[in-house]
């Protein structure tokens, strides 16, 4: 298995040339984050990964995490002490509020360090994952005396946080939870119910584990308007400090496909002490708080585990040797010199860079949203926001499932055996498209919710982005005239596939959840397709101006030309399929499914 090499200078061009971190170094906000203070901690935080947590990925791939009789749970062998390293370094609070300890930088800043902690350990980085997540509720929810008294050490790493949402049977079903909650003479609460697939629910990273809850007050509405949110820690506290168990117990950890290191608990609580966090019923409104970054965070997966599986995968091919390429000497050649190979490993890096462009332009449109001064901007990059990460989430996520997959077919036999160590980040990849809302329900959000907002006007206006491109193109000369072309017209099959799932919704609600998942991949390809090209563009300039990474930014450009030539031409297959009738196969009796 080859070591992780973190990508700066892929993540550097991709900062360059689709985010501008120099304007978000103007905002109040971020005025101590300037491009080099970036670019030098993303260089302290690969280094920190590569040496320290990327060599458990495979330990923890074996070892798994056990629950041990008492209910408690031990990490693999490495992980208490990696994660101490970790919360030591300060990684954990580089994006999170000045005021409780974080570093206040942009959560584009915050990405990246997600990348390329994902890319190291995706096993390890969902713990930090959920605690950030429970950060940034807290922080929009909680009362100003929950806030200092959890978040400091949450920011800090010190104490981890979850979500508990799911139970047996309130899964996609939000509105299904059935954990209650009754309140306590103390104004406290005593919350009693299960909740299944918590990620790092129990562990022995961290002094203290921050439970958030959704449950049920007396007398709430029935469906998603009666849930509540609660803190609910694994220790009480006295005077700040841990103090006694709270009756929050790790009954089971789910033995999975991938991801083993990472603790998936089955929790009860048994008239475990909880803190009402915001106002009874307001459980949802809470839960949406956390959903858009925790999703973006999801997509970051995706993107990361590609990542890691290709470099391995390039790492493979210039070894093996087997065969003769067509332009060989006669003698055995490695098989990156095969032209399906080369196929094979363009797809997975020409894909892996517009999922990165992707990426980084939701999470600085996160960042001019909330920090941009001027109204009309903040606007406009909420509205792409809200557009943009589902299609984050699911194609990321559903690439990062095919990409995986082809690193192990470069592979070959090899590849389908543990020992390479390929087949894990296959495993590892498989969870992306089910959890933080499937990938199904992405796409019924994008058609449904997205598409339709402001009466069409902000998907309309995203097109323009993506036909704006054109004008630059043209001025670019001869070498970027096959993307120019293939954008152009993927654009206006993107459209036509827009106005027409708008249309038939209006006739049809079944229409939108049939046509969604073909759409969302359609909208995905050519997003990317859009993406590459302005890579594409920043390279051309930069070499014209004399950069003196010729090499480096004329592969940017080949790379950007095979996307649009080879993967973007799929999204016109996908169109007939996005806008035909589906009422015949709807119709079909389920008895012949």
Request: hydrophobic share 45%.
């Amino acid at each position: 298995m080859s070591a992780y090499r973190p990508p700066l200078d892929d993540i550097g061009f991709a900062l360059e040339a689709i985010t501008d971190l120099e304007h978000l170094a103007k905002l109040p906000a971020f005025v101590h984050a300037d491009p080099e203070s970036v670019r030098g901690a993303l260089e302290e935080c690969g280094r920190f990964v590569a040496e320290v947590i990327a060599p458990l990925n495979p330990v923890g791939d074996r070892q798994h995490s056990r629950r041990n009789d008492d209910g408690s749970v031990t990490t693999p062998d490495g992980f208490a002490a990696a994660y101490r390293q970790y919360i030591t370094a300060g990684w954990p609070g580089v994006p999170l509020p000045v005021d409780h300890g974080g570093g206040g930088f942009p959560w584009l800043a915050g990405i990246a360090v997600e990348e390329l902690l994902a890319a190291a350990n995706l096993a390890f980085s969902l713990c930090p994952l959920l605690t950030q997540s429970a950060v940034e509720l807290l922080a929009a929810h909680g009362t100003d005396e929950q806030r200092d008294t959890w978040l400091p050490r949450m920011v800090s790493g010190e104490w981890t946080g979850t979500m508990c949402l799911t139970e047996p049977d309130a899964g996609s079903d939000v509105g299904a939870v059935r954990t209650k909650a009754i309140p306590a003479p103390d104004g406290s609460w005593r919350i009693t119910g299960q909740k299944i697939f918590i990620t790092y629910g129990e562990h022995d990273l961290a002094e203290n584990i921050v439970h958030l809850v959704l449950a049920r007050v007396p007398d709430a509405p029935p469906g998603t308007s009666g849930i509540s949110c609660f803190i609910v820690p694994k220790f009480l506290l006295s005077g700040g400090t841990v103090a006694d168990r709270n009756a929050v117990t790790c009954v089971s950890i789910e033995h999975k496909l991938g991801i083993n290191a990472s603790p998936t608990c089955v929790l009860d609580f048994d008239d475990a002490v909880g803190y009402l966090v915001g106002e009874p019923n307001s459980g949802l409104r809470c839960m949406f708080t956390m959903m858009s970054k925790a999703r973006l965070s999801v997509a970051v997966q995706g993107l990361a585990i590609s990542e890691r599986a290709y470099q391995q995968a390039v790492d493979y091919a210039r070894e093996r040797r087997q065969g003769r390429a067509p332009r060989s000497d006669g003698s055995p050649t490695p098989i990156i010199e095969h032209p399906d190979v080369r196929r094979m490993l363009l797809t997975m890096r020409a894909s892996i860079e517009a999922l990165r462009a992707l990426v980084y332009l939701v999470a600085e449109s996160v960042d001019l949203a909330e920090a941009d001064p001027d109204p009309a901007v903040r606007a406009e990059r909420q509205e792409l926001v809200e557009l943009l990460t589902p299609a984050a989430k699911a194609w990321a996520t559903d690439l990062g499932v095919e990409l995986t997959s082809l690193a192990l077919q470069v592979h070959g036999g090899m590849g389908y055996v543990e020992e390479t160590g390929a087949a894990q980040h296959f495993r590892d990849a498989r969870i992306g498209p089910i959890y933080e809302g499937t990938n199904g329900i992405q796409a019924i959000d994008l058609v449904t919710r997205k598409l339709p907002m402001s009466g069409g006007r902000v998907a309309s206006s995203f097109l323009d982005r993506i036909d704006a491109v054109d004008d630059a193109l043209a001025e670019a000369g001869d070498e970027l005239d096959s993307i120019r072309a293939a954008v152009a017209a993927s654009g206006k099959l993107l459209r036509t596939a827009t106005d027409r799932l708008l249309t038939a919704r209006a006739d049809d609600p079944a229409a939108g959840p049939a046509a969604a998942t073909p759409y969302l991949r359609m909208f995905g390809i050519v997003t990317g397709g859009w993406l590459m090209a302005r890579q594409a563009l920043a390279a051309q300039q930069r070499l014209a101006a004399g950069d003196d990474r010729r090499e480096f930014l004329a592969a940017k450009v080949t790379t950007a030309r095979f996307y649009c030539e080879q993967v973007l031409p799929q999204a016109a297959g996908l169109l007939p399929a996005v806008t035909a009738s589906p009422a015949h196969w709807l119709a079909l009796d389920t008895a012949h499914l």
